[in-house]
């Protein structure tokens, strides 16, 4: 993963024994956090999508997939996010006239596909996706903050990286130890294939939680099969992009990778399009990229000359989501029932 130390996710070494000590108290301060912070009750089911670590797992297409889910059920979900760097007051995202810089790149993207509040304090930005009359609220991360009282947590973990060296934040890229947060989620979402998972997914299954499965596909195959494309992105673990290109059928000739929300110079546009350009190849890059772009400075026609390689995530099998939102709803109508 771009953006942080690589040796998180190695092999743990002499760099996570020399942090152990302040792994541990960050550790102990996060599992009490998880414990015994006072969440704030929302009025309306929240399904919370998180991860294990620090970084990219696919909570964003989950999120997404969970939406999509909703709409197909008549319902109107509302989108909860943090936004990168958490800047600002609680607001309501314009996808039309927002940029990257000031709500974030993950935000711009939800946005396309339901309401979205960013807001430093979610529980303000809970209320306004309600008063929005959005009936289902979606949090993008956010587990290991307790601000507000959660319904469905749903830790979405990567079959191939796994949870890196194991350690917790700064000797590793774990939030909190893993049987707290196993302890307070409610299922867990493995995406793709590796091995990397399987002891967080063994760990569990014995404390009898639900363990679902889903892959990341692309909306158009077609589009990229058979071409040559020199592809970049600035996203936690972008050989899952890479990899899901060439699993399209596109021939991957140059990879460029980028920290993840990486501000794009334009000088930087320029050499890619070289590069491109040298290499006979199309230049292509994630939607989550593509938010970022739009709103910034780039090279004349850049984003005309740009593709755009989609994904999804799809459960398998598919109902699951359904089921995912029929315990959220279910949790919630008995919380307000007891709160009576």
């Given amino acids: 993963m771009t953006g942080a130390p690589p040796f998180w996710w190695e092999r743990a070494g002499w760099q996570a024994a020399v942090l152990l000590p302040v792994s541990a108290i960050y ?7 998880l414990a015994h912070a006072k969440r704030q009750s929302i009025d309306a089911p929240v399904i919370c999508v998180g991860n ?14 969970l939406a999509q889910a ?28 927002d940029s990257a810089a000031v709500v974030g790149d993950e935000p711009l993207l939800l946005a ?21 009359g959005c009936d289902l609220i979606l949090m993008d991360d956010g587990f290991q903050s307790s601000q507000i009282r959660i319904d469905h947590a749903l830790l979405v973990i990567d079959a191939r990286t796994g ?4 350690h917790i934040i700064p000797g590793g890229p774990l939030r909190a130890p893993v049987i707290d947060q196993i302890r307070f989620a409610d299922s867990l979402l493995r995406i793709g294939e590796g091995t990397a ?3 967080v997914v063994r760990m569990a299954a014995r404390a009898g939680k639900p363990v679902y499965d889903a892959r990341t596909v692309a909306i158009d195959a077609l589009s990229v099969s058979g071409k040559r494309v020199l592809a970049f992105a600035g996203i936690g673990h972008p050989e899952r992009f890479y990899d899901a290109l060439s699993a399209a059928g596109a021939n991957v000739v140059e990879k460029r990778s980028f920290d993840d929300h990486h501000p794009f110079k334009p000088g930087e546009l320029t050499q890619l399009e070289r590069d491109a350009t040298r290499a006979r190849a199309q230049l292509i890059t994630t939607e989550k ?52």
């Fill in 112 to 132: 396309r596909h339901a309401p979205v509040a960013v807001a430093r304090k979610r529980a303000e930005g809970a209320a306004l996706l309600v008063a929005q």
């Fill in 52 to 65: 294990f670590t620090v970084g990219g797992t696919g909570k964003t297409p989950t999120v997404i997939a």
């Fill in 70 to 97: 909703a709409v197909r059920r008549g319902m109107k979900p509302g989108i909860l996010s943090r936004g990168h760097g958490g800047r600002g007051h609680a607001r309501i995202v314009d996808p039309e006239s």
């Fill in 197 to 199: 998972s399987d002891a």
């Fill in 163 to 166: 949870i890196g060296n194991g």
């Fill in 27 to 33: 550790g102990s301060v996060a599992a009490r956090r």
């Fill in 289 to 340: 990229d593509v938010a970022r772009l739009r709103g910034g400075i780039v090279p004349g026609g850049f984003l005309d000359r740009l593709a755009v390689f989609a994904i999804e995530t799809r459960f398998e099998p598919e109902h699951v989501p359904d089921r995912i939102i029929d315990e959220a709803v279910a949790s919630w109508r008995k919380r307000r029932f007891y709160a009576c």
